[in-house]
């Protein structure tokens, strides 16, 4: 069993995400951290809770800050083009839900005390910014050699970014947490746009397991429908996975070509939030990316088999 934490920013690609990580019968979801990134921490976490309860979701839920790891770092806009005001694609909602308890530690000790309480044994899959991360392990270094593994969804290596042409959304939000995690030693494998931009599910996909998933496909589709109107622009009728993208890496990792390399984050500047990855076969002169540890990059994906994998997963 893969024990899991999920770090997310729900989101209506995390929405789908993480309901695969409910499902997957290898997965064991352990906890739910919330970061803010496509709404305010407040809306993403009331969405976690919101999910958590339609979906029966039993892993705990438990709610991020509200400032940036660099408390200077202005707070991007919220992409509301794409998640909606509240977040879910402006499905009707509750304004709170009061009947789902929080976890009452703040994410990032959460994180730190369920990566203690498994060593060696949990996955955290990161599919908002860095932030919560960054802070568990400013405040418990000893948790970075306790970790199994990190697995990101961010950044982009070999293409533009999608909020700037140099940078990614969930890497740009956060660009000093990004590069806090990349550059610590554990094993970090990141899984950006050059592979999550291929990995679409189409709408005929999303409405066939509506009709065979009953009524918690139903709200997934519901939430799904503006997003695909959205991605709609970009590719044919269809959602970009971004986020179960990663969570796939977990239990399918010989679906992606990993590059191996040190990976660095631009803070500051024009390309604010760029990713840059020293392949660790090429011979520079020294530079910022000496005496980091080599991290996975995801250059290649099989994105039919990933988009299988999470319909098959979702409703078997
Ligand atoms: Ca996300």
Redesign the pocket.
């Known amino acids: 069993m893969h024990k899991v934490i999920f770090d997310?920013?729900p989101?209506i690609?995390?929405a789908m995400a993480l309901l695969f990580l409910e499902r997957h019968p290898e997965i064991d979801l352990l906890g739910i951290t919330t970061v803010f990134?496509?709404a305010s921490i407040e809306t993403t976490t009331r969405n976690a809770l919101f999910l958590k309860r339609e979906w029966n979701i039993k892993a705990p839920v438990a709610k991020g800050g509200d400032v940036t790891y660099d408390a200077a770092r202005p707070m991007a806009p919220w992409p509301v083009v794409v998640h909606g005001v509240n977040g879910l694609g402006d499905i009707d909602m509750p304004e709170t839900i009061d009947d789902v308890p929080l976890d009452p530690r703040p994410a990032f000790q959460f994180i730190i005390d369920t990566v203690r309480a498994n060593p060696g044994e949990v996955e955290i899959v990161a599919?908002?910014r860095m932030t919560n991360l960054a802070l568990a392990i400013a405040h418990d270094p000893e948790i970075i050699g306790m970790v199994k593994q990190v697995v990101v969804?961010g950044g982009s290596f070999e293409k533009n970014g999608n909020v700037t042409p140099a940078a990614e959304a969930?890497i740009h939000g956060d660009p000093e947490a990004a590069d806090a995690v990349f550059t610590a030693p554990w094993k970090v494998v990141i899984v950006g746009l050059d592979v999550t931009i291929q990995t679409v599910m189409t709408r005929t996909q999303m409405h066939d397991l509506a009709a065979r998933g009953g009524p918690h496909l139903e709200l997934l589709a519901k939430i799904s429908d503006p997003y695909i109107d959205f991605y709609s622009q970009q590719v044919e009728d269809g959602m970009v996975v971004h986020?179960s993208c990663a969570c796939v890496y977990v239990v399918a990792p010989e679906l992606f070509g990993l590059r191996p390399g040190s990976v660095r984050v631009v803070c500051g500047g024009i390309a604010d939030g760029q990713t840059i990855q020293k392949p660790s076969q090429q011979f520079f002169p020294p530079s910022p990316w000496d005496d980091k540890p080599d991290q996975q990059v995801a250059m290649t994906i099989e994105p039919v088999k990933v988009v299988d994998l999470v319909a098959k997963t979702l409703v078997p």
Do not use: H, K, Q, R
């Open positions: 997310t920013d989101g690609d995390d990134g496509n599919v908002g969804m969930n986020d």
